[in-house]
C-alpha cells in the first residue's frame, strides 16, 4: 500500500512497532515529531510561497548566532585562545558553502530553516568524519557546535530545550524526552507519548504515568518510521506504536482506550475501602510521587500516605538550585494536601539517569555507578543539610519520615546520620518548630546493603526496598537501556533471594519495611511479595485502584503458596508463569487494563 497524498510526500504502508508499554491507556492521534537533536523544533515542510521568508529567517539567525559569539568573545573573562576559537567560529557560520546548501534544502526540498540547517551540518559532519586526517576529523564538532549555535538562534532556545507550543491535541514523537520536557509542555495538549529511548523504570515513563499520559518508550527505529502529521494509534497497555493505521486499527484503539477508561472510572468508585486480601488480611498501599501536585491526586487513588517522595525534581530543569525556604514551601503543600497521612522524604537521588540541574560536576562515565544520590550529599554535604532543615521544619506540620537513597556502606550512613544530627542542631538554634521525633531510615537497594541486612537494620529506625535499583546492580543491567530491559527483571531469583533476605532481617531486627520499586505497581509481583512476608507497599498513584483490586481477589494462604514454589525457581520467566498460571484469569481484566480483546 503506497500512494502520494494530495501534499506530494509519499505516504507508506501501515507499521505496528513494538516497544515497552510504560503508561497505561490507549490513544489515537497526529504525531508531532520532535527532531532528534537537543535543541527540538518540528520539523516541517514548506510551501513554496514560504521559502524566501525561511531563507531571511536563517540569515537573521546567522546574524545573531554571530553577535552572540561576539559578546561571548568581548566578555572580560575570555582568555586570548577562547578570542581566536570563537573567531574561527564566526567565520565557519558567515561561510558561502555552510549558507547555500542550507539554502539549496529550504529551496529545492522546502525544509523549513531548522531542518536544513541540521541536514547540510550532518552532511558536512559526516563528509569530515569519513577523511583519513586527524585534524579535518576534529572539525566534525565544529560544525557540531555551529549547527547548535543556529538551531539555537532559530528557535531563540536557551541552553535548555526547546519546546513548541502546542495548540491541538498530539502525539508526541522524540527520541528521546525528559522529565523536564514533559513538565514544560503540559499534559493538556498531549494525547500520547513515542520514544526511541527509555524504559518502564526510567524517570520519564514514571512521571508520564503520574501525568496519565499512555506512552510507549524504547520503540527502535520510530523516528525513521514517523513523520510530524502522521496518524497514530499509541497502545500504552500492550506497548506498540502503529504508524498510518487502518480504519479497523483505529476504531480498535479507540475502543481500547474506552474500556480502559471505564476500568479505571470503576475501579475508583469504591477507591477509599480499606485494602485487604480476599480473606481480611490487611495491606498497606501507599503513592511514590516525584511533585508536591501529586499529593492530592494520590489520595484521590486512593493512598494511605506517600511511601516515597522524589525529591530530586525539585532540583531538575533550573538555574538556581532550590532554597530552604523553598523546598519547605513544597513540602508543606504535600502535607496539607495529605491531610495528616504519613509522607516519607527521599533525600535528593541526583546524578544517575537523573540531571542535576546547573551543579557542575565533572563528566562521569559510569553515571549509575558514580557520584550519585548519598554520594554526591557527603561530597556537598551543604547540599544535603539544606534540604534536611526544610524536612524537619515540615515535620512540625505533618507525620514525617526521611530516608536517604543508595547507601552502600554502614560507614556512609553513619555519616549521613551525623548530618542528620547537625541539621536538627542547626533548626533548634535557630528556634524553629519541628517534630521532636523524625524517623530516619535508608533506602535498600545497592546489594551491598541487601547482604549485610542484619547490620544494617538495627541501626535504622525503618526501611524502604527500591527494588529498581536493586535489579539494575543486581544483574548488571542498565535500567535505563531499553536493548537490555529484557534482562532487567525483578521476577530473577537472584533478586528475589535478596529482597526474601531483606524481609527477613527487617522482621528480625521489627523494622517497618515498604517496597517502593516498581515491582510494587506490577499485580503478580505484588502477590510474590506478600507471600515472602512483605504488608506495605508505595507505587505511582495511577496504578494504586488495580492493585487494591486485584489484591482483593486472592488469599494470603493462595500468595504464600506460590511464594514458596516461586523461590525454588532457576529462571525468571519461570516465575513469571508461575505466577500467570496461578492468577492471571483471575486478573485478566487488570492486566489487560481493562481492554482484553
Ligand atoms: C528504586 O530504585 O526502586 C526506587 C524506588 O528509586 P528510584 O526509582 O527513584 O531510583
Ligand atoms: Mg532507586
Request: hydrophobic fraction near 45%; proline fraction near 5%.
Amino acid at each position: 500500500m503506497s500512494d502520494h497524498g494530495s501534499s506530494g510526500r509519499l505516504q507508506v504502508a501501515t507499521a505496528v512497532l513494538p516497544g515497552i508499554a510504560a503508561a497505561p491507556g490507549v490513544a489515537v492521534g497526529p504525531a508531532l515529531v520532535l527532531a532528534p537533536q537537543q535543541i527540538s523544533y518540528v520539523r516541517s515542510s514548506l510551501r513554496s510561497s514560504e521559502t524566501e521568508g525561511e531563507v531571511a529567517r536563517f540569515r537573521r539567525a546567522v546574524l545573531l548566532a554571530q553577535e552572540e559569539l561576539r559578546s561571548l568573545g568581548e566578555r572580560s573573562s575570555a582568555s586570548r585562545s577562547e578570542q581566536s576559537i570563537i573567531e574561527a567560529y564566526l567565520l565557519m557560520l558567515g561561510d558561502e558553502t555552510l549558507a547555500s546548501e542550507v539554502e539549496r534544502r529550504i529551496h529545492r526540498e522546502r525544509q523549513c530553516a531548522e531542518w536544513a540547517v541540521s541536514l547540510a551540518v550532518e552532511g558536512f559532519v559526516s563528509t569530515l568524519s569519513a577523511q583519513s586526517d586527524p585534524y579535518l576529523r576534529e572539525r566534525c564538532h565544529d560544525f557540531e557546535f555551529i549547527g547548535e549555535r543556529l538551531l539555537m538562534a532559530l528557535t531563540g532556545a536557551s541552553s535548555r530545550r526547546a519546546m513548541p507550543k502546542l495548540s491541538g491535541s498530539v502525539v508526541l514523537v522524540a527520541h528521546e524526552i525528559s522529565p523536564a520536557d514533559l513538565l514544560a509542555l503540559g499534559r493538556e495538549h498531549l494525547l500520547a507519548i513515542a520514544t526511541e529511548s527509555g524504559t518502564r523504570t526510567c524517570h520519564t515513563a514514571i512521571v508520564a504515568r503520574a501525568l496519565e499520559i499512555p506512552s510507549v518508550l524504547g520503540v527502535s527505529g520510530l523516528l525513521s518510521r514517523v513523520t510530524s502529521g502522521d496518524r497514530l494509534v499509541v497502545d500504552g497497555l500492550r506497548g506498540s506504536v502503529t504508524v498510518r493505521p487502518t480504519e479497523e486499527m483505529v476504531s480498535s484503539g479507540h475502543r481500547r482506550g474506552q474500556r480502559h477508561e471505564a476500568l479505571t472510572r470503576h475501579l475508583l468508585h469504591d477507591i477509599h475501602r480499606r485494602t485487604t486480601l480476599a480473606d481480611g488480611e490487611p495491606i498497606s498501599l501507599l503513592a511514590n510521587i516525584e511533585f508536591s501536585h501529586e499529593a492530592s491526586f494520590a489520595v484521590s487513588h486512593g493512598a494511605e500516605g506517600v511511601g516515597l517522595y522524589r525529591t530530586e525534581f525539585l532540583y531538575t530543569d533550573r538555574n538556581v538550585l532550590p532554597s530552604e525556604d523553598e523546598q519547605f514551601e513544597h513540602f508543606r503543600a504535600v502535607l496539607a494536601a495529605l491531610d495528616g497521612r504519613p509522607l516519607v522524604f527521599r533525600t535528593f537521588d541526583m546524578g544517575g539517569d537523573k540531571p542535576i540541574g546547573n551543579l557542575s560536576l565533572p563528566p562521569q562515565p559510569n553515571p549509575a555507578l558514580g557520584l550519585r544520590a548519598v554520594r554526591l550529599a557527603l561530597e556537598h554535604p551543604e547540599l544535603l543539610l539544606t534540604q534536611l532543615r526544610a524536612m524537619l521544619r515540615a515535620s512540625a506540620e505533618g507525620d514525617v519520615r526521611i530516608m536517604v537513597p543508595m547507601v552502600a556502606s554502614l560507614r556512609e550512613w553513619r555519616e549521613v546520620q551525623r548530618l542528620f544530627e547537625q541539621a536538627k542542631e542547626q533548626i533548634d538554634a535557630r528556634r524553629q518548630a519541628r517534630a521532636r521525633h523524625v524517623p530516619f531510615g535508608i533506602m535498600v537497594e545497592v546489594p551491598s546493603v541487601a547482604l549485610l541486612i542484619d547490620h544494617f537494620a538495627p541501626h535504622t529506625e525503618f526501611l524502604s526496598l527500591g527494588t529498581n535499583d536493586l535489579t539494575q546492580y543486581t544483574l548488571a543491567v542498565d535500567r535505563t537501556s531499553p536493548q537490555l530491559s529484557r534482562l532487567a527483571s525483578h521476577f530473577d531469583p537472584a533478586v528475589l533471594r535478596l529482597v526474601r533476605g531483606v524481609i527477613q532481617g527487617a522482621q528480625a531486627a521489627h523494622r517497618p519495611l515498604t517496597l517502593c520499586g516498581a515491582m510494587a505497581g506490577d499485580p503478580l509481583a505484588i502477590l510474590l511479595l506478600i507471600g515472602l512476608g512483605l504488608r506495605s507497599f508505595s507505587m505511582e498513584p495511577a496504578v494504586l485502584p488495580e492493585i487494591k483490586e486485584a489484591l482483593h481477589r486472592v488469599t494470603l494462604a493462595e500468595a504464600q503458596e506460590v511464594a514458596a514454589e516461586a523461590m525454588q525457581q532457576s529462571f525468571a520467566e519461570d516465575v513469571e508463569h508461575l505466577l500467570a498460571s496461578q492468577f492471571a484469569h483471575r486478573l485478566i481484566d487488570l492486566l489487560s487494563g481493562g481492554a482484553a480483546d
